[in-house]
């Protein structure tokens, strides 16, 4: 039988303010303007089923619990996929681009950049709007003597559905070539300044491991329960990075296995990425030269579709707006980044009455009872440094004055393995041990997500290296427990912080938290403002 179908695809007219990279966006504008689009399978052609590649891993949470010396346990990493097999879209994850009508999506497959589309509507039986893909595909490592790339990605596809109807279940499908994926549902983010509670996941520090996938497959089971509006994934993503002694598929063939993880984490989170906007920030295992060996952040770009520059950048969803930080650049005062960080703070406060919450998410933590990986102060570590790197000068000078300054209330880090949370906290002693009425930015670490745990042990270097004496500042730390975070925005003044652990449906007192402020809060800016104009007042 001869398959053949026309896709009436319904008049999108688009704005083009929208805050993706520019050269990714004209094309992708110019795909979603595609208002008519004829497409048919070719002769002999049988449309598929529906296809879905998963990960299996077989270990049980009993393989972690009572464990004792936690470092270097996190389950052997899982099976590692073959790119070159699969033909139906897979790696399918959507982000938001920062305006509340569109979401970004990617999906990867190995057969041809042809026919590749999202369809896309308010109905599961009307998915009426289509976008085509921008497709493109990456070769890494060359070997001089067999003259043969060591890894071909397959191709890695970039749409971008638009005209959506913010705050509002939407339905989508990807077609590739006569593959179908599943319809998929998604929840566009609201409407700026809207009263609509507002809840993420977030986490650090996953990677393929058995408890990678635990941890995971938790948060799959917390969105079957709740309606999340997206995942903040606070860099050290996938690890494919170079060989580190935990990789048993790397220990085989040493040095060149690497970026199949890649493809690995990206359909290990397609559950969870493909339902909502998942958005990240790259880490040490990203960005870093020394752990990103031949990656200098290159692949992070290429995986994902994040707005502005893909490594620093904001957007807003209903009445909180998200600034992420790239933490292994520089953030000094007269760093691109720093500069860039200043002005979008100050304009986030010119609407602050829209966006009642401020929150910044990066890698590395600035308030984090670890010695060497928590206390970034703008140093290089002992373990980082190397003629390679970038200065980090002024990280501590002006970067933590500004979250002050501009009322950022909370900050959301990776990097060290384990859950920990401040109380509310300006100049590291400066601290007030209640969460009602906060006036300083509260730091959450979630850096449990599957990696390797860290130990509270007293050491001078690398990752088990706390003080002996818990700084004042920590209102909460765990260093035993795999898990992921949730942030629930009720309304105003009111945001709920949650760590669930692994294996667990409900968290334990000691890891959550509900943070409040005073509605008619001004932060400290506008309230120096306002001190200079009483004062003026008074003089005159
Ligand atoms: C944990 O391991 C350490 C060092 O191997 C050992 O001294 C200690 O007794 C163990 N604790 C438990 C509860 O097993
Ligand atoms: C979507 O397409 C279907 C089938 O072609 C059509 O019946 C329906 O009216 C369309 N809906 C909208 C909202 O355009
Ligand atoms: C490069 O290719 C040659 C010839 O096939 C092979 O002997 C060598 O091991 C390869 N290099 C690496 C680093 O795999
Ligand atoms: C190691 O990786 C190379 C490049 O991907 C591949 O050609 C080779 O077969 C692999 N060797 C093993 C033992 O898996
Ligand atoms: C696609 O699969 C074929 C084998 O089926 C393989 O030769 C090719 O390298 C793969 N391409 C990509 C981009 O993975
Ligand atoms: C990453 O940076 C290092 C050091 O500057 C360089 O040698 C390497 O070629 C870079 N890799 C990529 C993929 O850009
Ligand atoms: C972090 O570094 C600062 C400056 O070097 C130091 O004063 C402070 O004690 C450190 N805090 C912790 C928790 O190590
Ligand atoms: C350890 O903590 C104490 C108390 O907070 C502090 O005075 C001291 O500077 C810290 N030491 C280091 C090396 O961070
Ligand atoms: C905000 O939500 C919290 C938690 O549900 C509730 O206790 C509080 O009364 C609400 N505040 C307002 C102003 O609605
Ligand atoms: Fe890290």
């Not at 000094?332 to 009455?353: C, H, M, P, Y």
Request: overall charge negative.
């Amino acid at each position: 039988m001869k398959l053949a179908f026309i896709l009436l695809i319904a008049t999108v007219s688009s704005e083009l303010d929208i805050n993706l990279p520019a050269d990714l966006l004209s094309d992708l504008v110019e795909r979603s303007e595609d208002n008519e689009l004829a497409y048919s399978l070719a002769e002999g052609e049988e449309e598929e089923e529906p296809y879905k590649y998963v990960i299996n891993y077989e270990g049980t949470i009993d393989d972690f619990s009572g464990i004792n010396a936690s470092y270097g346990k996190c389950g052997k990493e899982i099976e590692q996929l073959d790119v070159s097999k699969m033909k139906a879209p897979h790696q399918i994850r959507l982000s938001y681009t920062g305006k509340a009508t569109e979401m970004a999506i990617t999906w990867t497959t190995n057969d041809t950049t042809e026919h590749e589309q999202v369809n896309y509507g308010l109905m599961m039986t009307e998915l009426n709007y289509t976008s085509t893909s921008i497709s493109h595909q990456y070769k890494w490592r060359f070997n001089e003597t067999s003259k043969e790339w060591y890894y071909t990605s397959g191709f890695i596809h970039e749409a971008l559905m638009i005209n959506l109807i913010p705050g509002r279940i939407h339905y989508y499908q990807i077609e590739s070539n006569g593959m179908k994926s599943e319809i998929i549902k998604f929840v566009a983010a609201p409407e700026e300044g809207s009263d609509i509670p507002v809840s993420f996941l977030h986490v650090g520090d996953v990677g393929t491991f058995g408890t990678s996938v635990m941890v995971t497959n938790d948060m799959m089971k917390r969105m079957e329960v709740k309606q999340f509006h997206g995942m903040i994934h606070c860099g050290d993503i996938s690890y494919a990075n170079k060989y580190d002694g935990e990789r048993p598929m790397d220990a085989k063939n040493k040095t060149f296995a690497e970026q199949k993880v890649w493809d690995t984490w990206g359909q290990m989170v397609e559950p969870v990425g493909s339902k909502m906007a998942y958005m990240a920030v790259p880490g040490n295992h990203e960005l870093d030269i020394w752990d990103s060996t031949n990656e200098n952040g290159t692949i992070y770009a290429k995986r994902f579709i994040m707005p502005g520059n893909e490594r620093y950048f904001s957007f807003a969803v209903g009445m909180v707006h998200f600034v992420a930080v790239s933490t292994d650049e520089s953030i000094d005062a007269e760093s691109t980044q720093g500069q860039w960080f200043k002005n979008i703070l100050t304009e986030v406060n010119e609407n602050r009455d829209k966006w009642p919450w401020l929150v910044v998410f990066q890698h590395r933590p600035i308030y984090n009872s670890n010695k060497i990986h928590g206390n970034w102060t703008g140093k290089n570590t002992p373990q980082y440094s190397g003629p390679d790197l970038p200065p980090f000068k002024g990280w501590k000078d002006q970067y933590e004055a500004l979250l002050v300054e501009h009322g950022v209330d909370i900050v959301l880090n990776g990097h060290v393995h384990h859950y920990e949370r401040t109380w509310p906290v300006r100049n590291r002693v400066e601290t007030v041990k209640s969460y009602k009425n906060v006036k300083y930015p509260v730091h959450i670490t979630c850096g449990n997500g599957g990696k390797s745990l860290y130990r509270f042990v007293p050491k001078t270097d690398y990752e088990d290296s706390y003080n002996e004496t818990l700084p004042l500042f920590v209102a909460a730390r765990s260093n035993r427990l795999w898990g992921h975070c949730e942030l629930e925005f009720y309304n105003r003044t009111t945001v709920k912080h949650a760590m669930y652990v692994m294996g667990e449906d409900t968290p334990r007192e000691e890891h959550v938290a509900v943070i409040t402020k005073s509605s008619g809060s001004m932060p400290a800016c506008f309230f120096n403002l306002y001190l200079v104009a009483v004062m003026i007042f008074v003089m005159i």
